[in-house]
């Protein structure tokens, strides 16, 4: 399978999982330059918390995972470990060789991801 080339004049950042270690990579994000604000989204988390820290440095948010995918090119699984495969294969019909898939969810390996996700896509270690 050829990997598809993802402009990075415009490409676009989502976040499955609105939690802390998300919060932190998109501030990163932002505040260095590498993406503006409006590039960036991720979907509505249950705790209020949340939605007002990815507001407050303008990161647009989703009503839920699946428009978080279809907004993207680079999708970063940013949740719970024990969650990770059921999120994946939920979002599965989603998902193609046109995104690139990144996971910041300790202890889970590339390849869980890779199968769950869709079986030909290639796994980088």
Partial sequence: MEATPISPESYKLGFIGAGKMADSIARGVVQS???????ICTAVHSN???????????VGLRSNNSAVVEASDVVIFSVKPQV????VLQLKPMLSEKKLLVSVAAGVKLKVLQVCAYQSF???T
């Fill in 33 to 39: 330059g590498v993406l503006p604000p409006q590039r």
């Fill in 84 to 87: 990770v495969k059921h999120v």
């Fill in 122 to 124: 290639t796994c980088y």
């Fill in 48 to 58: 209020p918390n949340r939605r007002i820290a990815f507001e407050s440095f303008g």
